[in-house]
């Protein structure tokens, strides 16, 4: 059993040490009614609970992860039938410049030698321009010697063409 008693200085209950004074520092003078107490009962010392930041961020991330994956996934669903309509865009009027080239340098020669060309080749061959032109979609150039215009086997003919801008 150990002693215990009120402290007027304080107003605690206290156990009193050995030397029968206030564990808080006051002396004996001030301990009041002292009775025989059951020995306190000391709790288990455990160590705090470290607050777990990466259980926050793994709970954040799973959150987020999905809303982020889903976010891109749209982007990108909506950006590559964008991307492959401008890139057949681009192609098609290269194509159209090209046959525009062709038939430029076919106007050409028809004023410095008074006939056509019969061939694209023979533009190479007179200077007219430096290499034949190619369709960037595989299409073939036809060349038509009796008026000098030229037509792609895949995009057709630049005339033809539902875009007014050429």
Do not use: W
């Not at 990466?54 to 987020?64: D, Y």
């Not at 046959?99 to 050409?108: C, F, K, L, M």
Request: a negative charge.
């Amino acid at each position: 059993m150990a002693r215990a008693g009120f402290c007027t200085s304080c107003g605690a209950n206290v156990y009193l040490a050995a030397g029968d004074a206030c564990p808080m520092g006051h002396g004996t003078e001030c301990i009041q009614n002292v009775y025989e107490a059951p020995d306190p009962v000391v709790a288990p010392t455990v160590p705090p609970k470290k607050k777990n930041a990466l259980l926050i961020v793994a709970i954040v991330l799973a959150l987020c992860l999905p809303a982020c994956a889903l976010v891109v996934g749209i982007v990108t669903a909506i950006s590559i039938p964008v991307f492959n309509s401008a890139q057949g865009s681009a192609e098609e009027r290269a194509c159209f410049a090209n046959q525009r080239v062709i038939e430029g340098a076919a106007q050409q020669a028809l004023a410095a030698d008074g006939v056509l060309p019969s061939e694209i080749s023979d533009l190479v061959d007179d200077g007219y321009i430096l290499e034949v032109p190619t369709c960037l979609s595989g299409g073939e150039y036809v060349y038509s010697a009796s008026d000098g215009t030229v037509e792609c086997t895949f995009h057709g003919r630049y005339t033809d063409s539902e875009d007014t801008s050429y």
